[in-house]
């Protein structure tokens, strides 16, 4: 079976990165890799073959057909994201790349990586991605929501996403037919976890935008420093920033300082993969704040991978992805001081979470998971 797989692949640890490398090792498969044209995708080992065949523009779309042309594969799999081929324009194009796959026979699946209920799409969620123009308004997103979604599940032969509740959004709010919907959790990739290096720091892991809440994280890290002076945690924040978002790492910079966390918060910026995997593996529990869940979260699966205890916000896909107190610790938005200060004085219970984490890890290997979406190319 030929198959193209359609998707960014970085930065390193893109979640396409380990189910490409789950279906590259299942036998009779063929898997050409179909990434933008960033050089550094043709680094990326074990995936299958790697092209660079679109741009981050209107331009992909007769770029990946004239593509498919040459390589006429038997199935074609598309991995759906609001910002992946570019900006809002490129998104709304998006479905007419999937009926024109549609229309030259090929079997298309789509995974779909976020949705939201449509009465969540109100002026603080718009504010949330920076959206501050008044010609754009929430109704004007919800609408365009239900195109996207329900012209790629028209045209699409199958949908996969990695929560229920993203298919429950997807069924009740944009109408479309569950019978295509499949839920495949996001594979996770399989690591030598090592958590006897552990230091006094809480870790955060992922990009610097108002959606992600590191303003209740630090607030929450505040309140536990004031409350309890005596203790020599800090809080390590790691990752990049979002072309169009730059205001939100400022905010956050700005919090920092106006709280005189500066000595307590230590602000690493985007890491690579080796700095990356160290403070990981050093990192006493990881930290995953949100002010809104819009689907099956990156830094989770990547903790996870590592064996590590999670603190995350209670709300949205969380709730499905984590059991509290066995997978994780879940906390209101308004109480990250009180998780701060459980985790801290419960070693016991972050071992016991964290032997629980390697045991669900290993059960979602990207071999697995792959196995699982293979069956959809040939149903």
Known sequence: MKIVFISGMLPSGHYSQY????????????????????????????CGTIKMVWSKSLRYIPEILSEIKKDKPDVVHLQHELNMYGGILTASFFPLLVVALRLQGIRVV?????????RQVDDAFMKLFHQDSPLLRPFMLTFFF?????????????????????????????GVDPKKVNVIPIAIP?????????????????????????????????RYIEENPGS????????????????????????????HLEEKVIVRGFIEQEEQDDLYEKAYAVVIPAVVSMGSSGPLFHSVSYGKAVICSKIGHFLEDIEDGKTGILTDNDRFHEAFKFAAEHPEKIVEIEKNVET???SRTPFETARKTLALYTR
């Open 360 to 362: 669900k890890a290993r």
């Open 110 to 118: 789509t995974t779909v990586h976020a949705a939201v209920f449509r």
């Open 19 to 46: 189910i490409t490398r789950g279906l590259n090792e299942h036998q009779n498969v063929e898997l050409l890799v179909y990434a933008d044209k960033n050089p550094k995708n043709v680094e990326i080992q074990n």
């Open 232 to 259: 020599d945690y800090k809080f390590i924040l790691a990752g990049g920033v979002i072309k169009g978002q730059e205001k939100a790492y400022d905010e956050i910079m700005q919090i920092i300082k106006d709280n």
């Open 146 to 174: 239900h195109y996207v979604y329900k012209m790629i599940s028209l045209f699409s032969h199958a949908l996969t996403v990695h929560t229920h509740l993203t298919k429950e959004i997807l069924v009740t709010d944009y």
């Open 190 to 222: 399989q690591r030598e976890i090592n958590n006897s290096r552990k230091e006094k720091y809480f870790f955060y892991f992922g990009y610097m935008v108002r959606r992600k809440g590191l303003g209740f994280a630090l607030e929450g890290f505040r």
